[in-house]
Every structure is written in structure tokens, then in C-alpha cells.
């Protein structure tokens, strides 16, 4: 399982280099428009991500656990959200406003605190199951592809060439090895599967209210296209329930969801 973590979280850092897209004026155009609808992409594919980590980690512990930790998930993703505030994520390269070094420089220690986080969640999908971690780090790996190319053009317009851009955004993306160190960590300690896997579940929440939401609905005031937004969403609950069906469950898996469930029908009763 940590294995599979520790790949898919390379496979992540790679969508650092998505920004080469810009290297290409035809491709610029045609990613400019399209960001924005891949960003409410994002919002279906970890909506389905939340419900299906919460499902697991009520089979694997008591519910008022749960619950709490899916609000200390949320409340820890804001933190680190709040450790950098002036470096923004940005989802659209059309921002707007110039950027400076200054600027640059705050945007990737931003994503490197950022991509710890995103390290920090991905230990406990796998946990929790094969298929939802893979579709976790698919979730994780298209929101990363829209936030590099964006912040590649933000670095490109501070004064970086296309290779610094590039290095530099790559090397902002392997922070995300701190937070699935941290994470394999904890999850030695089987006490603590059921509030991990809450854990992810919260942030992945936060990151669905807290950023995707308010960027597709600042989108659709400034640029309209609210169908294709909504086609976007649809389009992506139906493909992550399609990588979920597609993989099935483990039969250990299951045994130890029903051990789990049986064990704390046995308790309340």
C-alpha cells in the first residue's frame, strides 16, 4: 500500500512539468480556456473522493471519531493554507496583475506547503483501499496539472525562462514525499487508520469549499458558461465513479470492513 503511495505521489510531483504546454502559443490558447472548467472537473472527482473516504472510515471506527476528525481534517489544511498567506493557488492564468520574484518566490514556498498537504492525504486513501487511492492520487494529480500550468505562466511572467519555471516548480512538488513520510508514519499506528482516513476526508473537503468552489463561481460572474460547468462537474462524479467501479475491492479488504462493522455492533451492544 505505502508503496503505491510513495509512486503515485512521483507520478504528482510530474504534473509540475505540465507548464511546457505554454512553451507552445497554440496550446497556451487552447489550456488558457479550458483551466477553468478543469478546475470544476476537480470539484467532481474529489466530491466522490470526500464521500467515499468518509464510507471507509466510518467502516473502520467509531462515528463520533469520524466526525471529528473530518473537522480536524478541514481545520488542518486551512492551517496550512494560512502558514503562507500572501501565495496564492492560483487555477486561471489570467490573473489579472503583474507578478514580481517577490511574487514567484511566495507562490512556490505557498505550493511546496501546499503539496505536503496533498502528501498528508494521500497515505490514508490507500489506506483505506487500493481503488480509492488510486483514484485519490488521479484526483490530486488533475488539480495539480491545473494549478502547475497556471503558476508556470505566473513564473514566466516574473522573469523566469521556461527551464527555471519548470525546475522550480518541480522541485516545489517533492515536498509532497514530506507529507507521505509523515503520514506512512502515523499510519504504523493502527489506532490511528479510522481518523487518518476522516482526516483525508476533511481536507479534501476544505479543498472543495474553501478553493475549487469560489474559483468556479468567480469563473461563471466573470466569464459566464455555467452549462459547461455544470457539464464539467457532471463529467467528473461519472468518471471517478468509473475508476471506482472499474476497480473492485480487495477481498481483504472487505473482510477486515465487516470485521471492523461486526466488532462495533458487538461494543454498542
Partial sequence: MLALAFISALAIS???????????????GFMSYRLPFLATFSIGIFAVITWGLFEEAI???????????????????????????DAHHHHDPDT???????????????DAVHNISDGL????????????????????????????VSEFFILKEA??????????????SLTIFIGVG??????????????????????FLYVILRDLMPH????????????KHIQ?????ILVMLGIQTVIPHSEAHEADVESNRYETTQTVR
Fill in 159 to 172: 522573469g523566469y525562462t521556461t527551464r527555471q519555471a519548470l525546475t522550480r516548480n518541480f522541485i516545489a
Fill in 59 to 85: 467502516g473502520h471506527g467509531e462515528a463520533l471519531v469520524v466526525v471529528l476528525s473530518v473537522i480536524g481534517g478541514a481545520v488542518l489544511v486551512n492551517l496550512f493554507s494560512k502558514l503562507i498567506p
Fill in 216 to 227: 468556479t463561481v468567480s469563473s461563471i460572474r466573470e466569464k459566464g458558461h455555467g452549462d
Fill in 182 to 203: 509523515v503520514s506512512a508514519s502515523l499510519a504504523s499506528v493502527e489506532a490511528l487508520e479510522a481518523p487518518l482516513i476522516g482526516l483525508a476526508a476533511g481536507g
Fill in 96 to 110: 489579472g496583475h503583474a507578478h514580481s520574484k517577490i511574487d514567484a518566490r511566495r507562490l512556490l514556498l505557498g
Fill in 14 to 28: 510530474l504534473a509540475s512539468l505540465g507548464g511546457v504546454i505554454f512553451a507552445s502559443k497554440r496550446l497556451s
Fill in 121 to 148: 492525504l494521500l497515505v490514508p486513501a490507500f489506506l483505506a483501499d487500493v481503488k480509492l487511492g488510486i483514484a485519490t492520487a488521479a484526483g490530486i494529480f488533475i488539480h495539480e496539472l491545473v494549478s502547475e
Fill in 232 to 236: 464539467a462537474l457532471i463529467l467528473g
